[in-house]
């Protein structure tokens, strides 16, 4: 090799380098926001799930039970107002569940997924994927898909973006 084709090599690889750097930090970036996002959902769900909106601005156990059931929801809250305690406990602890999956989640992405390391990309692929699938599996099943849901397939697309542009198998040494 002469000096000529070692300074070229020296700088596709520097190149290359900046360019799996840059990619890196977008998909991090990525998915931070998309564990951000669902925080917030998450939070919001947990705190005060009667303000958390639905389909058509309807607050979201509202329109989940009358989608669902097809009866009133004024009725049942009339009718059986420990129901409808009951049916917001548990909606409360889908949201912490969803709170503690994304402070894991947040965690692993600006410590692990950042530097690199294989486990985490593996585990936000699981752990995305299954927190992600079943939320919009519960708002197909409950009939209430609105704007707002619309986010989550958004917030999933970005984590498989992210860890499309950062699989581990087709990451450069170096």
Same mark, same amino acid.
Not at 31 to 39: H, I, K, Q
């Given at each position: 090799?002469?000096?000529?084709?070692?300074?070229?090599?020296?700088?596709?690889?520097?190149?290359?380098?900046?360019?799996?750097?840059?990619?890196?930090?977008?998909?991090?970036?990525?998915?931070?926001?998309?564990?951000?996002?669902?925080?917030?959902?998450?939070?919001?769900?947990?705190?005060?799930?009667?303000? =958390?909106? +639905?389909?058509?601005? /309807?607050?979201?156990?509202?329109?989940? !039970?009358?989608?669902?059931?097809?009866?009133?929801? @004024?009725?049942?809250?009339?009718?059986?107002?420990?129901?409808?305690?009951?049916?917001?406990?548990v909606f409360?602890?889908?949201?912490?569940?969803?709170?503690?999956?994304?402070?894991?989640?947040?965690?692993?992405?600006?410590?692990?997924?950042?530097?690199?390391?294989?486990?985490?990309?593996?585990?936000? =692929?699981? +752990?995305?994927?299954? /927190?992600?699938?079943?939320?919009?599996? !519960?708002?197909?099943?409950?009939?209430?898909v609105g @704007?707002?849901?619309?986010?989550?397939?958004?917030?999933?697309?970005?984590?498989?973006?992210?860890?499309?542009?950062?699989?581990?198998?087709?990451?450069?040494?170096?």
């Amino acid at each position: 090799m002469n000096a000529n084709s070692t300074i070229e090599a020296a700088k596709k690889n520097a190149s290359t380098k900046k360019t799996v750097y840059t990619w890196r930090r977008i998909a991090w970036i990525l998915m931070l926001l998309a564990d951000v996002g669902l925080l917030a959902w998450g939070a919001m769900a947990a705190i005060a799930p009667e303000h =958390l909106l +639905g389909p058509n601005s /309807t607050p979201i156990l509202k329109a989940e !039970y009358e989608n669902f059931t097809g009866y009133s929801w @004024p009725q049942f809250t009339t009718a059986t107002p420990n129901a409808v305690n009951f049916l917001t406990l548990v909606f409360r602890m889908y949201g912490i569940y969803g709170v503690g999956f994304s402070l894991m989640a947040i965690f692993i992405t600006v410590t692990a997924f950042q530097r690199g390391d294989n486990w985490a990309w593996w585990a936000l =692929l699981v +752990g995305n994927t299954l /927190t992600y699938v079943s939320a919009m599996t !519960y708002d197909q099943i409950a009939r209430a898909v609105g @704007p707002f849901e619309v986010t989550e397939y958004l917030g999933l697309a970005a984590v498989y973006f992210a860890l499309i542009v950062t699989i581990p198998w087709k990451r450069q040494n170096g």
